[in-house]
């Protein structure tokens, strides 16, 4: 049996470097030819994390956010044209389920820049049919539309995307903050790993990644990249901020917002693979960019890198003890 790891598992090794300031550390990203990216951060199609105010600051901070599908077509396609009319990128989920009746048109009259098909196991005859239908629909009707499919978690389910139409892949199986998929079911492949095999088949095959779940610190971000992602979807770590969507509330003395999975009873799932509860109130969303781009710049500069693509190619792995875990965080230090 072959061993794959998680983001826990490894860290980089440092690499010798000429890199004298991490302000001239590009990283910048694409999702294909033309969707291109100032940071390669993209907030998750979720109802607690991107409606359009998170939508609308990830695209002007270079990112992208994906207006989630428990929203109406109406709302989702009023975001699209908020979105457009500001010049923004915009990029919308759409469910597998509701594929056949969707007014496609009516998101690419409002000039949809990104869609991206839901579904738990991508995988699947139904999923890569409505990929396929996607890409030939937008292509008809003459936009530039870039197509995400997702999510897999096989080099050969990226293939069968690329195949089906797909510009970009999401990757991930149940690594989620909030996925119980793993538990319920026993089936996923641990987040590092999945990244690397199914960035090498994206690679030959020139579509693009997307890392989605288990991202917990600015460091994962900076694993994820390093290990062949060309962005990474966040969940838990933007849904404490003010821009997703609910209110701060105060449980048992802590600040905090709701957090849940797609596939939990409260968000309309009859299978629950999704946990329901909360996550630290964080503020403003541009704070927890921040961090994450500020790590994501040394962390290509620790490789000797001035970019995203130079650190791919250079980067070392290297396997550590499950020990490591108290070592890599503060301690011995009151915080
Ligand atoms: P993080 O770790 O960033 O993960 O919070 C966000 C990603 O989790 C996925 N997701 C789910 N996975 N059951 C699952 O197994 C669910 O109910 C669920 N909801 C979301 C999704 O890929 C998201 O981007």
Redesign the pocket.
């Known amino acids: 049996m072959k061993e794959y790891f998680s983001y826990d598992d490894v860290l980089i090794k440092p690499l010798y470097s000429e890199v004298r300031s991490r302000s001239t550390v590009d990283v910048s990203t694409s999702l294909n030819s033309w969707i291109k990216l100032g940071i390669p951060i993209i907030a998750?199609?979720?109802d607690t994390v991107c409606e359009y105010n998170m939508a609308k600051s990830m695209a002007e901070f270079g990112g992208l956010g994906v207006v989630h599908r428990n929203l109406p077509h109406a709302t989702r396609i009023h975001n699209v044209r908020r979105l457009t009319e500001l010049g923004l990128l915009s990029a919308v989920a759409v469910g597998v389920n509701e594929y056949d009746d969707a007014p496609f048109n009516r998101y690419l009259d409002e000039g949809v820049d990104v869609f991206v098909l839901d579904i738990?196991h991508g995988d699947s005859l139904h999923a890569l049919k409505a990929v396929e239908g996607l890409r030939s629909i937008a292509e008809r009707y003459g936009n530039e539309t870039c197509i995400v499919g997702g999510?897999v978690a096989t080099p050969d389910g990226v293939e069968r995307m690329a195949n089906a139409g797909a510009h970009s892949v999401?990757v991930?199986i149940?690594?989620?903050?909030?996925?119980?998929?793993r538990i319920n079911t026993g089936v996923g492949v641990p987040q590092l790993s999945c990244i690397m095999e199914c960035a090498e088949r994206a690679d030959f095959l020139g579509l693009s990644v997307i890392a989605?779940?288990?991202?917990k610190t600015p460091g994962d971000v900076a694993k994820a990249i390093a290990a062949g992602a060309d962005a990474v979807?966040?969940?838990?770590?933007l849904a404490g901020t003010d821009e997703a969507p609910g209110v701060v509330r105060t449980v048992r003395g802590q600040r905090v917002k709701s957090y849940r999975?797609?596939?939990?009873g409260g968000a309309g799932?009859k299978y629950v693979?999704?946990a329901e509860g909360y996550v630290p109130y964080k503020g403003a969303a541009f704070e927890v960019v921040s961090a994450i781009i500020n790590g994501l710049r040394s962390a290509i500069s620790y490789c000797g890198s001035y970019s995203i693509s130079e650190m791919q190619s250079k980067v070392e792995f290297i396997k550590v003890s499950p020990l490591s875990l108290i070592e890599n965080d503060a301690h011995g230090t009151i915080l």
């Open positions: 998750s199609n979720m738990a999510n999401k991930g149940g690594p989620g903050a909030a996925c119980l998929t989605d779940g288990g991202v979807m966040l969940g838990s770590m999975g797609m596939a939990s799932s693979e999704g």
